[in-house]
């Protein structure tokens, strides 16, 4: 849920005290407290936990320029190493050799929708040359759809042109090189997430930090990470530019550099139902986990691990609610008893409210290890179940501050009065419960896909991996 409907429900707990209600009544705003408490869970993890938490690989396909805050990053020929392979950079310098124009075929591997392979050969035009930018020089290549745009943009390449080139650093038999491109490649990305996997098996975790891809004119290149358990893959395809609403509005890579498939040499489940989408966002966080799962040993994965933590368990509802109580207590509040239980019920609605979503959350440490999963209604940001809930909060502030009136400004019984205020919030629920039983359905097909331990076996057998 998003932080506003979290925080409306603080609000509506605090109006089922009676004597809270006429503390607003009469100006007195300490009742917001329950408000505060029940947007805290969020507030802890994002604004701290999100920074102090421990990453072991930080993925960044396209660094950020220092300067202007978005990639490519203009760097030195001499800054650059094979770390940087599938990088995407920019560097300016003075064309020195021309060592290859002409034509040829290019052979690269495609992906269908079923996930099955394709091999396509087709013919491209290529130039490759030298650019020297006064610290060294690198190897710069550019075919197939690049050439046609790097032509475009430059005109016919001569010895002595100075130019801009964007592109992202590889590997050849000479040394580095850049190959001219509007993206990083989507390879390194899947190589590093199936070292982390393979690394948390041995090791017991590994956390990954996969950041963004932001463009000049405060847009994004989207990519997705999907990985594939029973091929032991971790697939990544490089997606078109999006505003930072997530609407795409083209610049599509070629085929021949939109997807990285990486092998993985160990067994892993996922427990996510959706591939990782980046894009506008600052970049998700995912924990490699090793598991007991049916008798096997097995790496699974938890999408942003500082989150969802003791933050958001009952248990830290009841420590806020004691802390509360002291607090104020302390400082005369005469309702102190009153606040202290609006703070301990305003974050167990934060709790029971991101339950109706997938994550899910360990309710109650430390008696309680696991967590426990979502209820699958709706996505955290889904319009639906948040307007329901905000609404269904609205609604009883209104009836409580209705009966704790006298004479009632609505003159209406408490059941047919909330039934009145609440029909849109009931509608919208019973909506979500409907389309949840076919999202189940799918992810319940998904699941058996993703943690099909009779396929790790299967590859096992037949040298698959």
Not at 341 to 370: C, R, Y
Not at 389 to 415: H, Q, V
């Amino acid at each position: 849920m998003r932080g506003f409907t979290h925080y409306i429900s603080g609000l509506a707990a605090a109006t089922f005290f009676a004597a809270l209600v006429g503390d607003l009544r009469l100006g007195i705003l300490i009742p917001v407290i329950a408000a505060a408490s029940a947007y805290f869970p969020d507030f802890v993890d994002f604004k701290f936990g999100k920074f102090l938490a421990r990453r072991d690989y930080e993925i960044d396909p396209a660094p950020w320029d220092e300067k202007k805050h978005y990639a490519p990053k203009l760097v030195k020929v001499s800054e650059l190493s094979e770390e940087n392979r599938y990088q995407f950079f920019a560097i300016e310098g003075t064309v020195e050799d021309i060592l290859v124009r002409g034509s040829g075929k290019v052979s690269y591997k495609v992906l269908r929708e079923d996930g099955s392979e394709e091999t396509v050969t087709e013919e491209y035009n290529s130039i490759v040359f030298t650019l020297n930018d006064g610290t060294g020089k690198i190897t710069v290549e550019a075919f197939g759809d690049d050439y046609e745009f790097f032509e475009e943009e430059f005109g016919k390449i001569e010895e002595g042109k100075k130019l801009l080139v964007f592109g992202y650093v590889d590997v050849g038999e000479e040394g580095l090189k850049l190959v001219v491109s509007d993206a990083p490649h989507p390879q390194g990305i899947a190589d590093t997430i199936a070292r982390a996997i393979e690394e948390a098996y041995r090791e017991g975790e590994r956390i990954v930090k996969i950041h963004n891809i932001r463009l000049p004119g405060d847009v994004y290149r989207r990519f997705l990470v999907h990985l594939d358990p029973p091929k032991r893959e971790v697939r990544v395809e490089m997606g078109p530019i999006v505003t930072p609403g997530g609407v795409a509005i083209g610049g599509e890579v070629p085929e021949y550099r939109k997807y990285g498939v990486a092998k993985v040499g160990v067994p892993f489940i996922k427990t996510y139902p959706k591939p990782t989408r980046i894009d506008s966002f600052s970049g998700p966080e995912i924990a490699f986990r090793r598991a007991q799962f049916r008798g096997k040993t097995v790496v699974k994965d938890r999408f942003l691990p500082w989150h969802h933590g003791f933050s958001h368990s009952l248990t830290m509802g009841m420590i806020i609610g004691l802390v509360v109580f002291a607090l104020f207590k302390l400082i005369g509040y005469e309702h102190a008893t009153e606040l202290a239980l609006a703070s301990m019920i305003g974050q167990w609605l934060h709790v029971f409210e991101d339950q109706l979503g997938f994550m899910g959350s360990n309710l109650l440490p430390p008696i309680t290890k696991d967590v426990v999963p979502g209820f699958k209604l709706g996505e955290s940001g889904s319009g639906l179940t948040n307007f329901s809930t905000a609404w269904l909060m609205i609604a009883f502030m209104i009836w409580n501050f209705n009966r704790f009136t006298d004479p009632r400004p609505i003159p209406m019984s408490d059941a047919k009065l909330l039934l009145l205020l609440a029909w849109p919030s009931i509608v919208g629920f019973a909506i979500a419960i409907v389309r949840s039983f076919r999202l189940r359905r799918e992810i319940s097909e998904l699941m058996d896909y993703y943690t099909n331990l009779e396929a790790f076996e299967e590859m096992e057998e037949v040298g698959g991996i």
